[in-house]
């Protein structure tokens, strides 16, 4: 019987695949297309990590309602997504001081890094996608 | 080097489809492959043959096609993002495909390179 994936490539290449957040949750639809492509990223065995920056931090922001725009809510996806083996989710610090955020303001819980940080992190990618 | 290209602004509306194309083009001029071109976001209205631009102006579409049918580059559209935008079967360039996410992921691991280019 035939491979279903006959195509993919070798199971034992694992690339380090960076997706960054830097949009508002809501406002354009990157954010959310990101997070879609993050879950079906995840299922590929890859090693996953999720850096939030700028406003992306706002995907991440608890208590979020968005009846009164018509727009599903994700933030609870974020907030689950290390059902889905993706468990490296960094957030750069000086983005969510610049907003009056802290660590309790967030979904799920996330390692804070510096910008810095974030910045070797991303030069240690075999991928990284902006959302 | 392989090099796969994520695109994920629409045509004309942002540079980010010209400066794309024109990063293909010259890639592959230096003797590299581009494996495939994947649509997303918005960028999926790169791969509807429907445009119809001004005659002086660059034909968005038909620069996809020609690297398809000139240089072998895979045009893929994200089902889920096209099926938003109302891109499918019927409207798709030549040599182009809408396929899924998967897609993607193999891209971005079988090649040496993903590139994106958008906002």
Redesign the interface.
């Known amino acids: 019987m035939e491979e279903i994936e006959s195509?993919?490539?070798d199971d034992e290449?694992v690339?380090k695949?960076m997706h960054v957040m830097r949009a508002a949750p809501h406002g354009t639809?990157?954010t959310y297309?990101g997070l879609?492509?993050i879950l079906?990223?995840a299922?590929?065995d890859?090693d996953i990590s999720v850096a939030f920056i700028d406003d992306g931090v706002y995907a991440l922001k608890k208590g979020q309602n968005t009846e009164g725009i018509e727009m599903k809510g994700f933030a609870k996806t974020f907030g689950a997504l290390d059902g889905y083996d993706v468990e490296k989710l960094y957030v750069d610090q000086i983005s969510l001081e610049e907003r009056g955020l802290t660590e309790d303001d967030l979904v799920v819980d996330v390692e804070i890094l510096s910008s810095a940080e974030i910045g070797k992190l991303m030069t240690e990618q075999?991928?990284?996608?902006?959302h | 080097m392989n090099i796969g290209i994520l695109l994920k602004e629409g045509p004309y509306n942002h540079q980010a489809a010209d400066t794309a194309y024109k990063f293909a083009e010259a890639a592959i001029k230096k003797g590299h492959t581009i494996d495939a071109v994947f649509f997303y976001n918005d960028g999926v209205i790169n791969a509807t043959r429907l445009m119809d631009p001004p005659q002086d102006d660059r034909h968005i579409a038909s620069r996809w096609a020609h690297l398809c049918q000139e240089h072998g580059v895979q045009m893929l559209a994200c089902i889920a993002a096209a099926k938003r935008r109302g891109i499918n079967d019927d409207v798709l360039i030549d040599c182009g495909t809408i396929t899924g996410l998967g897609n993607l992921t193999d891209i971005a691991i079988r090649n040496d390179r993903l590139i994106t280019f958008g906002d």
């Open positions: 195509e993919s490539c290449i690339k695949i639809i990157y297309e879609e492509m079906i990223m299922a590929y890859q075999d991928v990284v996608v902006h």
